[in-house]
């Protein structure tokens, strides 16, 4: 019979491996999610889940798409004096481009509420950015204010009449303000 050395007690030639195992299973992410930090940058990777228009989720975590705003899912806009559902056509549209789809999507910021603001891509580093194309088909507009990437899109989008450009709308942001306000721009 073997005896135990001081030490081992209660160790066996199963417990390395247990505990190697039990770490993998701890630390690691879900398969759809990939998680890598450098300093303060953190990049998601996996089937995104349209929220709406500028909104996704990876696994647990949420995103703003940076530098863009689309119209809320319940945000009306005129086209041919009659309204139409500008918000959820935007949300459709989203989904109809990232349609199972990969994407890599870089936090870039927070913003003063904490939420993430993301660069997402589709089709690998050398794609398409998701925040751009989004513009470029007139579905949400650049926000100047956070940076000027997506200006240039924004004015193909507009000459084109496409999206949100075929029609008149509030601004998402002049629209949000008015509700916070008690004031119904629809």
């Known amino acids: 019979m073997h005896r135990q050395k001081r030490g081992e007690l209660g160790q066996s030639r199963f417990a390395k491996p247990l505990i190697l195992l039990t770490l ?16 303060t940058l953190r990049v998601f990777e996996g089937k ?12 647990i975590q949420r995103f703003d798409l940076h530098g863009i705003d689309a119209p809320e899912p319940n945000q009306l806009c005129e086209r041919d004096g009659r309204q139409w559902r500008c918000g959820m056509e935007a949300t459709y549209a989203m989904a109809a481009l990232l349609e ?5 999507c870089r936090q870039r910021a927070l913003d003063a509420a904490g939420s993430s603001l993301a660069e997402c891509r589709f089709g690998g580093p050398k794609g398409f950015s998701v925040n751009q194309e989004f513009v470029r088909q007139g579905w949400a507009l650049a926000v100047p204010a956070h940076t000027d990437e997506y200006g240039a899109a924004e004015q193909t989008a507009k000459a084109a ?10 601004t998402p942001w002049d ?5 916070q306000e008690g004031t119904n721009v629809n």
Not at 24 to 37: G, K, R, T
Not at 51 to 59: A, F, R, S
């Open 100 to 104: 199972a789809r990969w994407v890599t």
């Open 161 to 170: 009449r496409r999206g949100l450009w075929s029609g008149t709308f509030v």
């Open 175 to 179: 629209w949000r303000r008015a509700r």
């Open 24 to 39: 993998i299973v701890v630390f690691l992410a879900p398969a759809d999610l990939v998680a890598q930090s450098s300093q």
């Open 48 to 59: 995104a889940r349209i929220v709406d228009g500028d909104t996704l989720e990876i696994g």
